[in-house]
């Protein structure tokens, strides 16, 4: 049996400004530690199907060879805003189990600066069909809605161009402790199936598999289906 390789991927991103985590990342990173581009690499172009729709089966392949992830390596995610989780759900959902997340702020070692090279390897997407629900598929099963609490109640704001939420949906916010949820499927979204990640990662570690809707809100806005405000 051959060694399994360790590989730390930095994930750090903003919303609001696209080059903030590689400028982080070449300012302090893990040593060895490669950047993962959410935008690029972790999502398709935005559209219809949302803001970060789930890049295809090639496009992911792709960037996990670039970056060094092979059948044989062992992937540390870190990042913000759900970037690190986004990456573990993906890994997961094209068939990669060899994954896990920590906490940049627990790590007690030296911080690299600059790039770094990426190990050479070869990712073969195998992917999953018992994660995802598309929009379609979201009637009758139980919603949870990752994001914050006053955008979950409709409150209006600067991201979603219709506040409120789907039907029914549950709130357990991606920056807070895992709230009891009821038995039973679980649906997560969020604004585009970025923090949504967050939520299935808890409810991984707390020994239950939920399943995400990649286009979350900000494909359900532009639906014209119903939604639900306080």
């Known amino acids: 049996m051959s060694q399994m390789n360790y590989l730390f991927a930095d994930c750090r991103w903003a919303l609001d400004d696209p080059g903030l985590g590689l400028r982080q990342y070449r300012e302090g990173h893990i040593p060895g530690a490669v950047f993962v581009d959410l935008e690029r690499d972790l999502s398709a172009e935005p559209g219809p199907r949302g803001r970060h729709p789930l890049p295809s089966a090639e496009a992911f ?3 996990m060879s670039r970056v060094g992830v092979g059948e044989e390596t062992f992937v540390v995610a870190y990042g ?7 990456l573990w759900w993906l890994l997961r ?3 990669h189990d060899a994954c896990a997340v920590i906490d940049l702020g627990a790590w007690r070692g030296p911080l690299s600066a ?9 990712f073969t997407p195998r992917e999953r069909s018992d994660d995802t629900v598309s929009i379609d598929e979201l009637e009758g099963r139980q919603a949870v809605d990752a994001r914050l609490p006053a955008r979950w109640r409709g409150e209006a704001n600067a991201i979603d161009r219709v506040p409120g939420r789907i039907p ?7 920056s807070e402790p895992l709230p009891e949820l009821p038995a039973g499927e679980l649906v997560a979204y969020c604004g585009s199936g970025v923090t ?3 939520v299935l990662h808890k409810l991984h570690l ?3 598999e939920a ?4 286009g979350s809100w900000s494909e359900y806005e532009l639906s014209g289906r119903p939604v639900e405000r306080d």
């Open 80 to 86: 913000s805003l759900g970037g690190a989780e986004r």
């Open 168 to 174: 029914g949906a549950l709130n357990a916010p991606w």
């Open 114 to 122: 600059g790039d770094e090279e990426a190990p050479r390897a070869v």
């Open 61 to 63: 392949a792709a960037a």
């Open 206 to 208: 707390a020994g239950r």
């Open 211 to 214: 399943r995400l809707y990649p």
């Open 93 to 95: 959902h094209w068939g």
């Open 196 to 198: 949504a990640c967050v």
